[in-house]
Structure formats: structure tokens, C-alpha cells
């Protein structure tokens, strides 16, 4: 399995994803730089990587989406190449077309770093298949722009499709407004494209896959792919 993490100015979870693919699961795996044009020839899996890219200015993902590495990745992934964007790296994918909907400021306009429990919508995919349908997790956070939006019709699609990943929901599953850290509709924390071989999502499953960390319920987003 080949692995590319991509790099890009103001990415800051960079490291952390590759120490995950490259420590945890002894994958072969290259940081990219984005001013690179092509990924390389044994890339299995892309990695876009939580951060400020080009410190968010104009809107998240805005700038990065012009990046040379960009155009690699989105042919990459439109023919069915796995792809997952973790924060600033979802907001990367929904500003390129890669995903649907776009990703905006917090409701309460504050940044927001904590720990929050998910559920598993969609368990039939390579990203969750080894978690149960439903299963409540803990991840966590670290954004000020995580609100998922979309006009009606895309979202109806997003759930006609199974593409929701994961909800925002309280200990007991129930995807209230409480347990909604940002405003989502639908209290989306994470959705697939329509061929679920993309995932984008705002909680930061790397920084909980090891014990020493003290919660690994980010490890299993990951394991299917990366062979454990």
C-alpha cells in the first residue's frame, strides 16, 4: 500500500497522519508537497491533512484547490483512488468538487476543540466497514469553520446516496442540537462522494489511533485500508 500525505502551506496535521500510516501500520508513505504536479506512481491512498492551508484566508480550501498536486489528485480519485480529507482537508475536497456542499464558519463563530461522540451512518465502506452500523465513537475536534452546508436538493441526494458517514450525536446516539459542536445540517460530521471511494470529515480520527493517546477510535477509519 502506497500512501501520500500532501502537504501545504499552513498544513499542521501533516506529520501526525503520516506517523499514523507510516509508524502504525508500517505502510510505505511519502509526505507531497502541493506544488508537486504529479502523485507518485505507487499511490494507493491520498491523505489531505487537517491545518490552516495558505492560512485560510479568502475561505478554507479555497486557495489549496488551486494547487498544482490538486488536479493528480482529483483525476486520482475520479477514477477510483481512496481519498480522505480531515479538516481543513475536507473543506480541500468539498472546494474542488470532490465532495458536495461546502464548509462554513461555526455557528457560534468560535473555534471549537474538544472531544465529541459520532455515529456510524454508513458502515459499508471501506473507511467504516469495521465499525458496526451505528456505533457511537469518540473523536476529536479542532475547527472554526465545520459547518456543513447544502441547498436542499444536494442534501436530499447526499441521503437518497448513503453518503453520510457520520452525525454528530450525543452519548446516546441521538443527533440533537446539543450534540451539534458547529450548526451542520443534518449534523453532518462527514460524508463519502457517490462512489465512497472519498471521505471527508471534521474530527481528527489520527490524533485518536494509538493508546498512548488514550483513545483509539480513530484507528478503524484507517485499518481496512491500510491492512490491519
Known amino acids: 500500500m502506497g500512501v501520500c500525505v500532501i502537504t501545504f502551506p499552513g498544513s499542521n496535521c501533516d506529520h501526525d497522519c503520516f506517523y499514523v500510516a507510516n509508524n502504525l501500520f508500517k505502510q510505505?508513505?511519502?509526505?507531497?508537497?502541493?506544488?508537486?504536479?504529479?502523485?507518485?506512481?505507487?499511490?494507493?491512498?491520498?491523505?489531505?491533512?487537517?491545518?490552516?492551508?495558505?492560512?485560510?484566508?479568502?475561505?478554507?480550501?479555497?486557495?489549496?484547490?488551486?494547487?498544482?498536486?490538486?488536479?493528480?489528485?482529483?483525476?486520482?480519485a475520479n477514477n477510483g483512488g481512496y481519498v480522505i480529507g480531515i479538516c481543513n482537508g475536507f473543506q480541500i475536497l468539498t472546494e474542488s468538487g470532490l465532495l458536495p456542499g461546502v464548509l462554513l464558519r461555526n455557528e457560534n463563530m468560535k473555534f471549537v476543540c474538544k472531544d465529541v461522540h459520532l455515529k456510524v451512518v454508513n458502515n459499508k465502506t471501506v473507511f467504516t466497514k469495521n465499525y458496526k452500523e451505528n456505533k457511537i465513537i469518540t473523536i476529536p475536534i479542532a475547527h472554526g469553520e465545520g459547518n456543513f452546508e447544502a441547498d436542499k436538493d444536494t442534501l436530499k441526494e447526499i441521503q437518497d446516496n448513503d453518503?453520510?458517514?457520520f452525525q454528530y450525536v450525543d452519548i446516546d446516539g441521538n443527533a440533537s442540537k446539543y450534540a451539534n459542536p458547529n450548526?451542520?445540517?443534518?449534523?453532518?460530521?462527514?460524508?463519502?462522494?457517490?462512489?465512497?471511494?472519498?471521505?471527508?470529515?471534521?474530527?481528527?480520527?489520527?490524533r485518536c489511533s494509538e493508546e498512548l493517546l488514550g483513545n483509539t477510535d480513530g484507528f478503524k477509519i484507517f485499518s481496512e485500508l491500510l491492512g490491519k
Open 28 to 76: 510505505k508513505t511519502t509526505l507531497v508537497w502541493h506544488e508537486e504536479n504529479e502523485l507518485p506512481a505507487n499511490t494507493d491512498l491520498v491523505i489531505l491533512p487537517g491545518g490552516f492551508s495558505y492560512g485560510d484566508y479568502l475561505r478554507t480550501g479555497a486557495i489549496a484547490k488551486f494547487s498544482p498536486i490538486m488536479k493528480s489528485i482529483i483525476k486520482f
Open 183 to 206: 450548526g451542520s445540517q443534518l449534523n453532518i460530521a462527514g460524508i463519502f462522494n457517490k462512489k465512497k471511494n472519498v471521505l471527508g470529515m471534521m474530527p481528527h480520527p489520527e
Open 163 to 165: 453518503q453520510i458517514a
